[in-house]
T-cell receptor, first 114, second 111 residues
Framework: DAMVIQNPRYQVTQFGKPVTLSCSQT?????MYWYQQKSSQAPKLLFH???????NEADTPDNFQSRRPNTSFCFLDIRSPGLGDAAMYLC?????????????FGPGTRLTVL | KNQVEQSPQSLIILEGKNCTLQ??????????LRWYKQDTGRGPVSLTI?????NTKSNGRYTATLDADTKQSSLHITASQLSDSASYIC??????????FGQGTTLQVKP
């Protein structure tokens, strides 16, 4: 089945220790998104890739970076995680050819910062 | 400012009962509206999608309605099941394409 896969599902890191979250997709979608979702809050868009073009949200901290080496994979790098970065991180994909901009979400990675 | 507000914030119902969740939005111009179901610890899954010209859309026991004049949408769940326990998120997509999420309604279905 075509899908969006996130690894790991649960990640524990120490304060200040860099961490990388992974997202892969078999949908062949050209747009990939990273969202941060804190407890009982709506997902917050961090950035997205339109093909190879990186689009950062204005309020995304510099601590968050992203890489997209190819169509299928996208990574979220947190350079120096703080306690406030503990959250669920959701990856989503869409195709620019879909006029409804429907986004397909992965299962998420739950990040804990100790 | 584009906003999406959902009510109630949380809801507890007995298995087999019906319930209705509300969504009010101020997004303009408007492209389409979606309802997502998000199980605890999982990503959101799309339930229904409606354009401004559609009034109702069903997906099994889930029925969404849309009134584009009053900018209100509702999600009606019929004959609730324990597996319906989740957060339900109303998402409005303006013509610019960036998703605007509501805060969600947490539904708990009890036996």
């Amino acid at each position: 089945d075509a899908m969006v896969i996130q690894n790991p599902r649960y990640q524990v890191t120490q304060f200040g220790k860099p961490v990388t979250l992974s997202c892969s997709q078999t949908l062949n979608h050209n747009v990939m998104y990273w969202y941060q979702q804190k407890s009982s809050q709506a997902p917050k868009l961090l950035f997205h890739y339109y093909d190879k073009d990186f689009n950062n949200e204005a309020d995304t901290p510099d601590n968050f970076q992203s890489r997209r080496p190819n169509t299928s994979f996208c990574f979220l790098d947190i350079r120096s995680p703080g306690l406030g970065d503990a959250a669920m991180y959701l990856c989503a994909t869409s195709t620019s050819g879909n006029r409804w901009n429907e986004q397909f979400f992965g299962p998420g990675t739950r990040l804990t910062v100790l | 400012k584009n906003q999406v507000e959902q009510s109630p914030q949380s809801l507890i119902i007995l298995e087999g009962k019906n319930c209705t969740l509300q969504c009010n939005y101020t997004v303009s111009p408007f492209s389409n509206l979606r309802w997502y179901k998000q199980d605890t610890g999982r990503g959101p899954v799309s339930l229904t999608i409606m354009t401004f010209s559609e009034n109702t859309k069903s997906n099994g026991r889930y029925t969404a309605t849309l009134d584009a004049d009053t900018k209100q949408s509702s999600l009606h769940i019929t004959a609730s099941q324990l597996s319906d326990s989740a957060s339900y998120i109303c998402v409005v997509i303006p013509s610019t394409g960036k998703l605007i999420f509501g805060q969600g309604t947490t539904l708990q279905v009890k036996p």
